[in-house]
């Protein structure tokens, strides 16, 4: 078994920061894909930042050079570094991990969503 975890957000004020976590544990061999998703009321679910095993990275154009993806693979973590937040990057982020977990000599492909995390941007 997998569980995935997120922590981070919060209510932050125009031009602040927040870092976003997100926490694997349990019988996991590979974590292939983690990306963060964010969904904004009355819109749809969008792709924010992805990293893959390899070290590719990608962004969403509106958040290119202010959002940073990362990942700590000894700690099976991956973070979401947020700075000069704007009122539009208000939303729910989840986290979605995707890789093989082991169990008694077998990998099983595994795919979680967390719980999401609401990330306010107000003054």
């Known amino acids: 078994q997998v569980q995935l975890v997120e922590s981070g957000g919060g209510l932050v004020q125009p031009g602040g920061s927040l870092r976003l976590s997100c926490a694997l544990s349990?019988?996991?061999?590979?974590?292939?894909?983690m990306g963060w998703y964010r969904q904004a009321p009355g819109k749809q679910r969008e792709l924010v930042a992805a990293?893959?095993?390899?070290?590719?990275?990608n962004y969403s154009d509106s958040v290119k050079g202010r959002f940073t993806i990362s990942r700590d693979n000894l700690k099976n973590t991956g973070y979401l570094q947020m700075n000069s937040l704007k009122p539009e990057d208000t939303a729910v982020y989840y986290c979605?991990?995707?890789?093989?977990?082991?169990?008694?000599?077998?990998?099983?492909?595994?795919?979680?969503w967390g719980q999401g995390t609401q990330v306010t941007v107000s003054s």
């Open positions: 990293i893959t095993s390899g070290g590719i990275i």
């Open positions: 979605n991990a995707r890789g093989q977990s082991v169990r008694s000599g077998t990998f099983y492909p595994y795919n979680y």
């Open positions: 349990g019988n996991i061999f590979s974590i292939n894909f």
